[in-house]
């Protein structure tokens, strides 16, 4: 099973300031790297898939990187709405599909 | 507009039954897969397996095989989540979500509302 380990835990950012999420897979997952956003009682958001393509719908402030065993999401310019809990994702080896444990982003 | 749409909350004793639903609309329900993904209070995402409604192919992860029951009706494009016994550490909050076919597609790109399942004697 691929391990995802998602740093840090949590990330205290100002509104407008840049945040910068990471995750590390336990073996290569090449580009088959999603990241969701989940807000508190709602279920999950797809933001990014292949690793650096945005969803629909999704604005230009976020933005993903990375292949293999690193990946980085950014939010740019964080606004109040992104306050939340982000997840990345591996759908490259199963079984099973694995999830990293989450980075909680608050209120500096 | 794509809506995966789940059964509603569900409040049951241990060693009860239970079958909760997600059905799709505004879609080809037998297009995709459905996946469903356990959230235990105050944690993260667990995948817990998929099925392909067009034929009924089923995977599990292997921390839930044999636990749960995943089935699809696709005439109604419904896929349903089942236990036979249910313990007190199946409460969670339980999502469907759909994922493209295709090696390298497998994300999650629309997720149903969740049901919370609460297990309690």
């Known amino acids: 099973e691929i391990v995802m380990t998602q740093s840090p835990a949590t990330l205290s950012v100002s509104p407008g300031e840049r945040a910068t999420l990471s995750c590390r897979a336990s073996q290569s997952v090449s580009s088959n790297l999603a990241w969701y956003q989940q807000k508190p009682g709602q279920a999950p958001r797809l933001l990014i898939y292949?690793?650096?393509t945005r969803a629909t719908g999704i604005p230009a402030r976020f933005s993903g990187s990375g292949s293999g065993t690193e990946f980085t999401l950014t939010i740019s310019s964080l606004q109040s709405e992104d306050f939340a809990v982000y997840y990345c994702h591996q759908y490259n080896n199963w079984p099973p599909w694995t999830f990293g444990q989450g980075t909680k982003v608050e209120i500096k | 507009e794509v809506q995966l749409v789940q059964s509603g909350a569900e409040v049951k004793k241990p060693g009860e039954s239970l079958r909760i639903s997600c059905k799709g609309s505004g879609y080809s329900f037998t297009s995709y897969w459905i996946n469903w993904v356990r959230q235990m209070p105050g944690k993260g995402l667990e995948w817990m397996g998929r099925?392909?409604?067009?034929?009924?192919?089923?995977n599990y992860s292997p921390s839930f095989q044999g636990h749960v029951t995943i089935s699809a009706d696709k005439s109604i494009s419904t896929a349903y989540l089942q236990w036979s016994s249910l313990k007190a550490s199946d409460t969670a909050m339980y999502y469907c979500?759909?994922?493209?076919?295709?090696?390298?597609?497998?994300?999650?790109?629309?997720w149903g509302q969740g049901t919370l399942v609460t297990v309690s004697s």
């Open positions: 099925i392909d409604p067009s034929d009924s192919y089923i």
């Open positions: 292949g690793a650096s």
């Open positions: 979500a759909r994922a493209p076919r295709g090696d390298g597609y497998n994300y999650f790109d629309y």
